[in-house]
């Protein structure tokens, strides 16, 4: 099997405000996250934006977003998947990132790079915060996957099926994970990938594995399970597709990141 090299920057929360609360500027993180790829040659065969691409929804971020990853070395040889979450809405993100006309039915998309097949859902539910996969949606899903691909599926959506311990964002979460997990079961799905939590987090789904990758833009602090605590910081998530598994890791973008090349005293391990 072919080595796959995918890299997830989820809740890029783009936004023509600037900083959304002190010390978090979305556009600012996802210009270091893209200028990290450049700059320590990493190599992406595909990137996937999972979801809340855009803090407002409006069409000049969608813009910024798409000049951003159009002027950045690391996305031109990579295929770039966009995948909507509860901030985005349909319209503009259609006509923007996709090119389509702006219709407002649920934006579900199938990329190839090479033998491994991702099916990109659309979770969202206009004018709500929690995620829903629609009957149309999961039809979608069973057509994508009725034949096996040469290196199987990856699923991702911007809700996660599981939940956050914080209880603000455990409530947004996919409310119909079952039916996910009815769809995928038996079939090629060798994990599931989703965002929204802005925080990492590991579960399954049945028998396949599901991340929920961390925030470009900005951290919810898992430490409180009560309150919604925000920090600054961002991170993204590079996940190795081969015959070893899918294998996910983090990469921090900052603060604090040293400068490209350098290398700290810590001792491996
Ligand atoms: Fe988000
Ligand atoms: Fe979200």
Same mark, same amino acid.
């Given at each position: 099997?072919?080595?796959?090299?995918?890299?997830?920057?989820?809740?890029?929360?783009?936004?023509?405000?600037?900083?959304?609360?002190?010390?978090?500027?979305?556009?600012?993180?996802?210009?270091?996250?893209?200028?990290?790829?450049?700059?320590?040659?990493?190599?992406?065969?595909?990137?996937?934006?999972?979801?809340?691409?855009?803090?407002?929804?409006?069409?000049?971020?969608?813009?910024?977003?798409?000049?951003?990853?159009?002027?950045?070395?690391?996305?031109?040889?990579?295929?770039?998947?966009?995948?909507?979450?509860?901030?985005?809405?349909?319209?503009? !993100?259609?006509?923007?990132?996709?090119?389509?006309?702006?219709?407002?039915?649920?934006?579900?998309?199938?990329?190839?790079?090479?033998?491994?097949?991702?099916?990109?859902?659309?979770?969202?539910?206009?004018?709500?915060?929690?995620?829903?996969?629609?009957?149309?949606?999961?039809? !979608?899903?069973?057509?994508?996957?009725?034949?096996?691909?040469?290196?199987?599926?990856?699923?991702?959506?911007?809700?996660?099926?599981?939940?956050?311990?914080?209880?603000?964002?455990?409530?947004?979460?996919?409310?119909? *994970?079952?039916?996910?997990?009815?769809?995928?079961?038996?079939?090629?799905?060798?994990?599931?990938?989703?965002?929204?939590?802005?925080?990492?987090?590991?579960?399954?789904?049945?028998?396949?594995?599901?991340?929920?990758?961390?925030?470009?833009? !900005?951290?919810?602090?898992?430490?409180?399970?009560?309150?919604?605590?925000?920090?600054?910081?961002? *991170?993204?998530?590079? &996940?190795?597709?081969?015959?070893?598994?899918?294998?996910?890791?983090?990469?921090? &973008?900052?603060?604090?990141?040293?400068?490209?090349?350098?290398?700290?005293?810590?001792?491996?391990?």
């Amino acid at each position: 099997m072919a080595h796959h090299l995918l890299i997830q920057l989820s809740d890029v929360h783009l936004t023509r405000r600037g900083e959304l609360a002190p010390g978090i500027d979305p556009a600012a993180n996802l210009a270091s996250a893209l200028a990290l790829l450049e700059d320590e040659d990493v190599a992406a065969d595909v990137i996937l934006l999972t979801g809340d691409l855009t803090n407002e929804g409006d069409e000049p971020s969608y813009r910024d977003l798409a000049a951003a990853l159009a002027s950045s070395r690391a996305a031109a040889t990579a295929t770039v998947v966009y995948v909507p979450g509860n901030h985005d809405r349909r319209g503009p !993100f259609r006509s923007v990132l996709l090119g389509q006309a702006p219709d407002e039915g649920p934006i579900n998309q199938v990329a190839w790079h090479g033998g491994l097949r991702l099916v990109a859902l659309d979770s969202t539910v206009p004018g709500e915060d929690h995620g829903s996969l629609d009957a149309g949606t999961l039809d !979608f899903l069973a057509d994508a996957l009725a034949e096996p691909a040469p290196e199987g599926s990856i699923v991702v959506l911007h809700h996660p099926p599981s939940p956050s311990p914080i209880e603000m964002m455990a409530a947004l979460r996919l409310a119909n *994970a079952d039916d996910l997990g009815r769809a995928i079961e038996g079939t090629d799905v060798r994990a599931v990938l989703c965002g929204h939590y802005h925080h990492a987090g590991a579960s399954h789904l049945g028998a396949v594995p599901v991340w929920t990758g961390p925030a470009t833009s !900005f951290v919810a602090d898992a430490a409180s399970a009560g309150d919604l605590r925000i920090l600054p910081g961002g *991170a993204m998530t590079r &996940i190795d597709v081969d015959d070893d598994g899918v294998v996910t890791s983090v990469i921090p &973008i900052g603060p604090g990141r040293p400068a490209p090349g350098a290398r700290g005293p810590v001792r491996p391990g």
